[in-house]
């Protein structure tokens, strides 16, 4: 994963121990929640490696997620090497107490750049995907906080 350029020097990522955890890391996401503002990180791909016929593109991708100082919402998306983009319906609740588990299906993915919703995406042509905090446009909360990522696949 990689801080989103878009958003400057807002967050960072770093690995570290999740308040729940007694000494298992996982990713950092540290942020700043602040009016009328966002916060994204990106996992990239080479679209080449989704190549071979074999393998197709991603057919998902899971993860557990936790918010440390308030719950978060997280919107996510996927874009392809055409910079269309797909996005997921609803957003990711991330708890303060327990970890979230998310999966996301492709085939579920919805096109947020097209006006025709038969639109799907190609997962053989997967650039990236991105979680894009909204807390700030969907809950009272602001200041800061940090959001623990594990158990990352990609199938």
Known sequence: ???AWEYGDKGR?????PPTSAEDHALAWTTEVAERERDAIRLFFEPEIW?????????????????EAFEAR?????????????AADGLVVAGTVDWTSVRVLMSDLVPIDSTIPQDRLDSRKVRSFTLLDVTSSETPSRGPNTLYLDDLSVQ
């Open 1 to 3: 994963w990689l801080h």
């Open 74 to 86: 997280l919107a996510f998306y996927v874009e392809d090497d055409q910079g269309r983009r797909y």
């Open 51 to 67: 190549i071979d016929d074999r393998r197709g593109g991603p057919s998902s991708l899971s993860f557990r997620v936790l918010s």
């Open 13 to 17: 990522i770093t690995n570290a121990i």
